[in-house]
C-alpha cells in the first residue's frame, strides 16, 4: 500500500531563517507531488506541484521554492522565512496521469505547523 | 476563474440526525468532484468522488450529489454520529494536474 511521510510535524523558526520540509511517498511510482499551504479557515492553497523529477510548477510567486531530487521526494525550501510564511504546510501526492480512472485524488500528509516568529 | 464555496457557518446537528452540507462553484462545470474529511491538525482525507454525469454517489452512510446545472453539491450524512465531527472539503478537479478546494465547513454533532 502506499504511504506518505511528511516532517516535522511542528516547526518554530525565527524571521529570517532558513526553511526545509521533506515528504517522501512508498509504495507507487512516479507520483505527482503537491505542496499546500492552508491558513486558519482558509482552503487549501496550492503552492507548487511536480510531474517527474526536476518538474516544478508554481502556484503563487512567493519567497518558497520547491525540489524533487528523486521520483518520490518533494522539499519545500526557503531562503529566508517571513512572519507571512506561518501556517500548516500539506504535501500530498496522486496517481500520474497515466493511471486510469486516477481522477486526481489527492492523498495527504499529516502536515507541518510552521510558525515564523 | 473557478471559485468554490462551502458555507464557512460551522453546523451543529443532534445525533442521529441527517447532516447535509453544501457546496457551490461558479465557472465551468468540473469532470469530477471530490469530498474530504479533516480533523484538526490533519491532512485531509479522501471521502467520495462523483462525476459529472451521475446525478448521485453512495458510500455507507454519506451520498453526495451533483447537479451541473445548478453548480452545486450536497454530501450528506445520514444517522450522524458524534466521531463524524470534522471539517468537511469540497473540491473540484480541473482536469489538468490541479484540484481547487473550498475552505470547509466545520461539522459538529452532538451526543
Known amino acids: 500500500s502506499q504511504t506518505i511521510h511528511q516532517w516535522p510535524a511542528t516547526l518554530v523558526q525565527p524571521v529570517g531563517s532558513p526553511l526545509s520540509l521533506e515528504c517522501t511517498v512508498e509504495?507507487?511510482?512516479?507520483?505527482?507531488l503537491y505542496w499546500y499551504r492552508q491558513a486558519a479557515g482558509r482552503g487549501l492553497q496550492l503552492l507548487f506541484y511536480s510531474v517527474g523529477i526536476g518538474q516544478i510548477s508554481s502556484e503563487v510567486p512567493q519567497n518558497l521554492s520547491a525540489s524533487r531530487p528523486q521520483d518520490r521526494q518533494f522539499i519545500l525550501s526557503s531562503k529566508k522565512l517571513l512572519l507571512s510564511d506561518s501556517g500548516f504546510y500539506l504535501c500530498?501526492?496522486?496517481?500520474?496521469?497515466?493511471?486510469?480512472?486516477?481522477?486526481?485524488?489527492?492523498?495527504f500528509g499529516a502536515g507541518t505547523r510552521l510558525s515564523v516568529l | 476563474s473557478q471559485k468554490i464555496e462551502q458555507n464557512s457557518e460551522a453546523l451543529n446537528i443532534q445525533e442521529g440526525k441527517t447532516a447535509t452540507l453544501t457546496c457551490n462553484y461558479t465557472?465551468?462545470?468540473?469532470?469530477?468532484l471530490q469530498w474530504y474529511r479533516q480533523d484538526p491538525g490533519r491532512g485531509p482525507v479522501f471521502l467520495l468522488l462523483?462525476?459529472?454525469?451521475?446525478k448521485e454517489k453512495r458510500k455507507e452512510r454519506l451520498k453526495v450529489t451533483f447537479d451541473t446545472t445548478l453548480k452545486q453539491s450536497l454530501f450528506h450524512i445520514t444517522a450522524s454520529q458524534p466521531a463524524d465531527s470534522a471539517t468537511y472539503l469540497c473540491a473540484l478537479d480541473t482536469g489538468g494536474f490541479k484540484t481547487i478546494f473550498g475552505a470547509g465547513t466545520r461539522l459538529f454533532v452532538k451526543a
Open positions: 465557472n465551468y462545470s468540473p469532470a469530477y
Open positions: 500530498a501526492w496522486s496517481y500520474s496521469g497515466s493511471m486510469v480512472g486516477a481522477k486526481n485524488i489527492q492523498y
Open positions: 462523483i462525476r459529472e454525469n451521475e
Open positions: 509504495g507507487t511510482s512516479n507520483p505527482n
